[in-house]
């Protein structure tokens, strides 16, 4: 059974970190593109990173200089690192795959195939 989970997210205060968490069951996360997702209350489901087999990572500018993404494929897991993290991001994050080894780009919800359940993130004083 294919499956991905993510793990890490939780309520924390402006300008504080938060590390994400997302392990592959059933496939090797390393033969895919890995993307991270986001999606707020009302909003539509935004992609926030991704990563391709050679490591090459994007970022929209929203986030960029402020999350890292990042695989380790012996574990079959990839994460997100967000730092100065500001109310706006507050959002369910999911971590998706696609089927491709090097596409970054276009990062949007229907050229990836593979979802998490998604994790709860709260950034509030």
């Known amino acids: 059974q294919l499956q991905l989970v993510e793990s890490g997210g939780g309520l924390v205060q402006p300008g504080e970190s938060l590390t994400l968490s997302c392990v592959a069951s059933?496939?090797?996360?390393?033969?895919?593109?890995i993307g991270w997702f986001r999606q707020a209350p009302g909003k539509e489901r935004e992609g926030v990173s991704s990563i391709n087999l050679r490591g090459v990572e994007y970022y929209p500018e929203s986030v960029k200089g402020r999350f890292a993404i990042s695989r380790d494929n012996a574990k079959n897991m990839v994460y997100l690192q967000m730092n100065s993290l500001e109310p706006e991001d507050t959002a369910v994050y999911y971590c998706?795959?696609?089927?491709?080894?090097?596409?970054?780009?276009?990062?949007?919800?229907?050229?990836?195939?593979?979802w998490g359940q998604g994790t709860q993130v709260t950034v509030s004083s």
């Open positions: 059933g496939f090797t996360l390393g033969n895919h593109v």
């Open positions: 998706a795959a696609r089927r491709s080894l090097y596409a970054l780009a276009p990062l949007t919800p229907d050229e990836y195939v593979y």
